[in-house]
């Protein structure tokens, strides 16, 4: 009787950009859940308590500068698998769209190019989302969308890289109903929690549920398939197909508040959340004028070719572990 043998071959150093972020730890979790793989956690703090908590558990966890780009190549050094994520809030903040657009794509191209200089690279996966000023035609640009959809450009003229590229896109996040301009707000004289939006209730929308639990599922599921997502492959992440109204009723269902959906303009939206308004409600705006076209720029790989299913969290059940969650 013969007995199974370990494999010998040396586990794989996967790489992972974000490490203590949603999309990052996500990941991190799912190849520590694994076991096959050493991972490296590149965070801005490795002192930090959620890094100390990666670190106990074996992660690798180094300190690095998107913005620099030698910093880059040192923390992909050995590196045989890499996922690349950006934060373009972090800076649109503070500067502003124009600022955050520029830095994202400097930042981006700073992982591509270190990348692309790893020797012993074969799996590049790059979170991005498709450029809305290009399926628009220029009437809905959205900065957060339009910058990473450009280091895609980027890579593309990398053909060596190309060849060792996935591109991942991730509808929207469940955790985004807890943002200012998406979580539904009490108007006391009418006893209803309304949501103000700058698009139809009937808008079409992708959601990922719970990204911080799903991204992990989708880029292990693409890192166990080469032969399906390499080679500049799109992958898209979402559970389920939905409505901006649907949404409002999963929300009323958890929550028990009545609520009331009303639509508005695009530029009332930006009065009550300057800034915000204009980027999150061209976006909103585009996905009600173009529907499931809003994410059709490239042909995509879905959950079923991943063999994905029960295994990822969508938005209600995202929504209940949300609201549960001690911070709220």
């Known amino acids: 009787m ?47 308590k959620n890094s100390q908590v990666l670190t106990e558990k074996g992660v690798e966890m180094i300190t690095a500068d998107l913005n620099d780009a030698e910093s880059v190549i040192a923390a992909f ?21 124009e600022e955050a657009m520029k830095v994202e794509y400097a930042q981006g191209v700073n992982m ?26 220029g009437k809905c640009p959205v900065p ?7 280091v895609d450009g ?16 991730t509808g929207l996040f469940a955790e985004a109903m807890q943002h200012p301009m998406l979580v539904p707000n009490l108007l006391q004289s009418a006893g209803k929690y309304v949501w103000l939006q700058p698009a139809p209730a009937s808008t079409l929308v992708f959601t990922i549920g719970d990204h911080t639990i799903n991204v992990g599922h989708f880029v292990h599921a693409i890192i166990k398939q080469p032969k399906l997502t390499l080679h500049g492959k799109y992958v898209f992440a979402t559970t389920e197909t939905t409505t901006m109204g649907k949404l409002l009723e999963h929300w009323s269902e958890v929550t028990g508040k009545e609520t009331e959906y009303l639509q508005i303009t695009l530029e009332e939206y930006n009065r009550l959340w300057p800034k915000w308004g204009l980027e999150i409600g061209c976006d909103l705006k585009c996905w009600d004028e173009f529907g499931a076209e809003s ?34």
């Open 112 to 137: 591509a190019k270190a990348a692309s200089a790893t020797p012993g690279l074969e799996h590049f996966i790059w979170s991005t989302l498709p450029s809305r000023k290009y399926i628009s035609n």
């Open 2 to 48: 013969s007995v199974p043998q370990k494999s010998c071959l040396p586990q794989k150093l996967v790489v992972v950009v974000g490490a203590t972020g949603g999309q990052g730890g996500s990941v991190i979790n799912k190849l520590l859940a694994d076991g096959s793989y050493r991972l490296r956690g590149i965070t801005r703090n490795p002192q930090s």
């Open 295 to 328: 994410w059709a720029s490239e042909k995509c790989i879905g959950r079923e070719e991943l063999g994905l299913g029960q295994e990822l969290v969508g938005f209600r059940d995202a929504l209940v572990a949300l609201l549960k969650s001690p911070h709220n």
């Open 154 to 169: 980027f890579i593309k003229k990398d053909k060596a890289l190309l060849a060792k590229t996935t591109f991942l896109w």
């Open 144 to 150: 957060h969308c339009d910058a990473k959809a450009q």
């Open 77 to 97: 050094m050995d590196a045989n698998i890499v996922f690349a994520v950006t934060n373009y809030f972090e800076t649109f903040a503070t500067y502003g769209p």
